[in-house]
């Protein structure tokens, strides 16, 4: 059977056929994407925007520099245009999330303890969907496979297994 996505948004349609939804995530039909809309602190604030707050700091960017709404493609914007090299914004984001690693939200949480899902994609630049595989499906050993696109380095590919 060939894959099949569904895109669930807020609010829901009453005609949403969720027993579907259900049996195709039980086949292995689905492959959830999770995107920055999830990585939210515990008190409510998006981890993201806070983040950026930390990036621009480092970076020695004036807040009034910065444009609305400030997150952090905003920052590496600013930063870029400003004459700072690509390497020196990833290392510092890099740096930041090392040092001070935000606890896993509830929603990955929540997401990582459904192990009919066997794979997922994550278009955020953080390691918390990693960090809640391993704490949901494995004692919090890092166990979870992590593969990453890098524009230099040679990209690994899935083993299948």
Same mark, same amino acid.
């Given at each position: 059977m $060939?894959?099949?996505?569904? =895109?669930?948004?807020?609010?829901?349609?009453?005609?949403?056929?969720?027993?579907?939804?259900?049996?195709? =995530?039980?086949?292995?039909?689905? =492959?959830?994407?999770?995107?920055?809309?999830?990585?939210v602190?515990?008190? @409510?604030q998006p981890l993201?925007?806070?983040?950026?707050?930390?990036?621009?700091?480092? +970076?020695d960017?004036?807040?009034?520099a910065?444009?609305?709404?400030?997150?952090?493609?905003?920052?590496? =914007?600013?930063?870029?245009r400003? @004459?700072?090299r690509r390497?020196?914004l990833?290392?510092?984001?890099?740096?930041?999330?090392e040092?001070?690693?935000?606890?896993?939200?509830?929603?990955?949480?929540?997401?990582?303890?459904i192990?009919?899902?066997?794979?997922?994609?994550?278009?955020?630049?953080?390691? +918390?969907?990693?960090?809640? +595989?391993?704490?949901?499906?494995?004692?919090?050993? $890092?166990r979870?496979?992590?593969?990453a696109?890098?524009?230099?380095?040679?990209?690994?590919?899935l083993?299948?297994?």
């Amino acid at each position: 059977m $060939a894959p099949v996505s569904a =895109i669930v948004s807020t609010p829901v349609s009453r005609s949403f056929d969720w027993d579907e939804l259900v049996q195709l =995530i039980l086949e292995g039909q689905v =492959i959830p994407i999770v995107g920055a809309a999830v990585l939210v602190a515990a008190d @409510g604030q998006p981890l993201p925007e806070q983040w950026a707050r930390r990036l621009a700091e480092a +970076l020695d960017l004036e807040p009034a520099a910065l444009p609305e709404p400030g997150g952090l493609n905003e920052v590496a =914007i600013t930063y870029l245009r400003t @004459g700072g090299r690509r390497n020196r914004l990833y290392a510092r984001l890099k740096e930041l999330l090392e040092q001070a690693p935000p606890a896993v939200p509830a929603p990955l949480a929540q997401l990582a303890a459904i192990r009919d899902f066997k794979l997922y994609v994550s278009t955020t630049c953080d390691g +918390l969907l990693v960090a809640a +595989l391993n704490q949901a499906r494995f004692g919090g050993v $890092a166990r979870a496979q992590s593969l990453a696109y890098s524009l230099n380095v040679k990209v690994e590919d899935l083993s299948g297994t």
